[in-house]
Nanobody
Framework: VQLVESGGGLVQAGGSLGLSCVASGRTFDRHNMGWFRQAPGKERELLTAISWNGDSTYYTDSVKGRFAISRDNAKNTLYLKMSSLKPEDTAVYYC??????????????????????WGQGTQVTVSS
C-alpha cells in the first residue's frame, strides 16, 4: 500500500485542520490504519488508529476529544480532523497502514499493530 498525505499547513492555536491520506492499490479496505506524528527531537508517536472495517478506533490521551479519525474505503482515503489545535501539536504527520490484512491484533493493543507502510508526511504548524 502506497500512501500520500495532504492537508497540512499553518494554523493558529485553537483552530482546526483536516488531513487526508490517499492509498493506492486495491487492498486499502483490508488494512488497519493509523495517524502518527513526529515533532523535532522527539520520537514518532501513534495518535489515533482505525480498524480495517471502521468498527474500532483508538486515540492517545493527548488528542482525545480534539482529533477524529475516519476512513472511506470506497475512496481509499483516511482522514484526520483536528480541532482545538495547540502549539504542541506542531509536527510532521504521517499516515500508516498495518502490514497485515484483516488483522485483529488491535484487540490486544493498538501499539502492537505492525504499521509498516508510511506516507511521506505533511507538516502541521500551530502558532500561538
Amino acid at each position: 500500500v502506497q500512501l500520500v498525505e495532504s492537508g497540512g499547513g499553518l494554523v493558529q492555536a485553537g483552530g482546526s485542520l483536516g488531513l487526508s491520506c490517499v492509498a493506492s492499490g486495491r487492498t486499502f479496505d483490508r488494512h488497519n490504519m493509523g495517524w502518527f506524528r513526529q515533532a523535532p527531537g522527539k520520537e514518532r508517536e501513534l495518535l489515533t488508529a482505525i480498524s480495517w472495517n471502521g468498527d474500532s478506533t483508538y486515540y492517545t490521551d493527548s488528542v482525545k476529544g480534539r482529533f477524529a479519525i475516519s476512513r472511506d474505503n470506497a475512496k481509499n482515503t483516511l482522514y484526520l480532523k483536528m480541532s482545538s489545535l495547540k502549539p504542541e501539536d506542531t509536527a510532521v504527520y504521517y499516515c500508516a497502514a498495518d502490514a497485515d490484512e484483516y488483522s485483529a491484533q488491535y484487540y490486544y493493543s493498538w501499539e502492537s499493530v505492525r504499521f509498516r507502510s508510511w506516507g511521506q508526511g505533511t507538516q502541521v504548524t500551530v502558532s500561538s
